[in-house]
């Protein structure tokens, strides 16, 4: 059984650990208390219904806790899932909370095997070790769903680890990696993939690029249609009928959000530096350019003009209309709305001086950015001119006429 310290308690981490835990000891670092109090309580701190499920029906040798000098010292590898921001001033993620981890770790355990999960820019890992005089220090990307984090670990597409293919040392960590996850997963004779630490960074963001392209393929297919009052839905299913394209990830949105896609891919295209391309660029601006044509599609269903405009409430052009915006969070099944594509409209409907309510019953707060926060679903439903839902509900079948939403196939 070996020791295993997880920094990071986000889905990612989280996941790792359970999965983990079912044949090694594992605990789990995390500075926010309260998470750690709910860990201990066999409560999972984030929405998956997975991991709810092993705490509480399955024999886990887990546990959690703040202080990250107790668990790395006693730890035989320390897998690092703290989160890594993008920072638009940089033009790279902020990897500080990694170099934080790693630095402690050097200090009171210097032999751990150190394996990052977070998302890293091209190069960071060789990087690292260079500047801390480090060699082990591995990378492996993660595939992971929210709210289906723990299924995709229990049942992986591949299993990729990135280490220096001429350090024997790195190569054996490698693979006791890869065989520690083989071993917590439910699926068997899954493709492992070794290859160098740098190219692991690479699949990593070039693979959440490509699933930008393909939600900014359909949404753009989408406008298209809207536009020029055709059908979307047939177009699309006529495309995608073809095998080489494939009937998935094709419902159109009001853009690709949530914590992985709009970093990675501006991460990828920073990345790019001095070398040629179009379409990374043009993937990102697509995501502006949709988010453009949605505010304008949801103030004409309010029967905003420019020219017959009252003033809103803070005194700039704006009409009668309220816009009530159906849930923050990114997808179904979610309970997170960081980067959610829902909050660039709200920013363009706000710039028209809309007038916006908010229905989110994961929220707290009485006011989200100058909204208010409407609690009954009954109230939103009554006070909304036009009603914004980048997902559809069945709790809104009975306003279907107000409900502005691209959710043609209603099943993501």
């Known amino acids: 059984m070996m020791k295993?310290?997880?920094?990071?308690?986000?889905?990612?981490?989280?996941?790792?650990?359970?999965?983990?835990?079912q044949h090694n000891e594992v605990t789990v670092v995390e500075i926010d208390r309260n998470k750690v109090e709910l860990l201990k309580q066999g409560c999972s701190p984030i929405k998956d219904a997975e991991i709810e499920f092993y705490l509480q029906h399955e024999k886990l040798n887990l546990t959690a806790t703040v202080n990250g000098e107790e668990a790395y010292k006693a730890a035989d590898l320390v897998l690092i899932a703290t989160p890594t921001n993008y920072d638009p001033k940089t033009n790279f993620f902020d990897t500080s909370s990694i170099e934080e981890v790693v630095s402690l770790v050097k200090q009171v355990?210097?032999?751990?095997v150190m394996l990052i999960k977070s998302t890293v820019p091209v190069g960071y890992t060789e990087m690292l070790r260079e500047k801390t005089g480090l060699e082990n220090i591995l990378?492996?990307?993660?595939f992971l769903r929210e709210g289906k984090a723990l299924y995709d670990n229990l049942y992986?597409?591949?299993?990729?680890?990135?280490?220096?293919?001429?350090?024997?040392?790195?190569?054996?960590?490698?693979r006791a990696f890869a065989g520690l996850l083989q071993e917590g997963a439910r699926k068997e004779?899954?493709?492992?993939?070794?290859?160098?630490?740098?190219?692991?960074?690479?699949?990593?963001?070039?693979?959440?690029?490509?699933?930008?392209?393909?939600?900014?393929?359909?949404?753009?297919?989408?406008?298209?249609?809207?536009?020029?009052?055709?059908?979307?839905q047939k177009i699309i299913d006529g495309v995608c009928m073809d095998p080489?394209?494939?009937?998935?990830?094709?419902?159109?949105?009001?853009?690709?959000?949530?914590?992985?896609?709009?970093?990675?891919?501006?991460q990828l295209l920073a990345n790019y530096t001095d070398v040629p391309q179009n379409l990374i660029q043009a993937i990102v601006d697509s995501n502006s350019t949709r988010k453009d044509f949605i505010a304008e599609q949801i103030l004409k269903k309010g029967g905003y003009f420019e020219e017959n405009s009252t003033r809103g409430r803070d005194g700039t052009p704006g009409n009668d209309c309220t816009v009530g915006i159906y849930r923050l969070i990114m997808k179904s099944g979610s309970d997170n709305f960081r980067?959610?594509?829902?909050?660039g409209i709200m920013k363009r409907l706000r710039a028209k001086g809309v007038t916006i309510i908010i229905y989110e019953p994961t929220l707290k707060e009485e006011v989200f950015f100058g909204s208010e926060v409407v609690r009954s679903i009954e109230?939103?439903?009554?006070?909304?001119?036009?009603?914004?839902?980048?997902?559809?509900?069945?709790?809104?079948?009975?306003?279907?006429?107000?409900v502005y939403t691209r959710d043609l196939y209603r099943r993501d």
């Open 379 to 402: 109230k939103f439903k009554q006070e909304s001119d036009v009603i914004v839902a980048n997902r559809f509900s069945k709790e809104l079948c009975d306003v279907e006429e107000k």
């Open 156 to 174: 992986p597409s591949r299993i990729i680890v990135g280490r220096e293919e001429k350090k024997q040392q790195q190569c054996e960590w490698a």
């Open 109 to 112: 355990n210097p032999q751990a």
């Open 339 to 343: 980067q959610s594509s829902i909050q």
């Open 139 to 142: 990378f492996s990307p993660e």
């Open 244 to 266: 080489r394209i494939g009937d998935y990830y094709n419902n159109p949105s009001f853009g690709y959000g949530g914590y992985c896609l709009p970093k990675d891919t501006r």
């Open 189 to 232: 004779n899954i493709p492992v993939l070794y290859m160098e630490t740098t190219e692991a960074e690479a699949v990593k963001l070039f693979a959440n690029t490509y699933l930008a392209l393909r939600v900014s393929y359909f949404n753009e297919l989408d406008t298209y249609a809207e536009s020029r009052g055709l059908s979307t």
């Open 4 to 21: 295993i310290a997880v920094a990071g308690m986000g889905y990612v981490g989280l996941s790792l650990a359970v999965l983990l835990a």
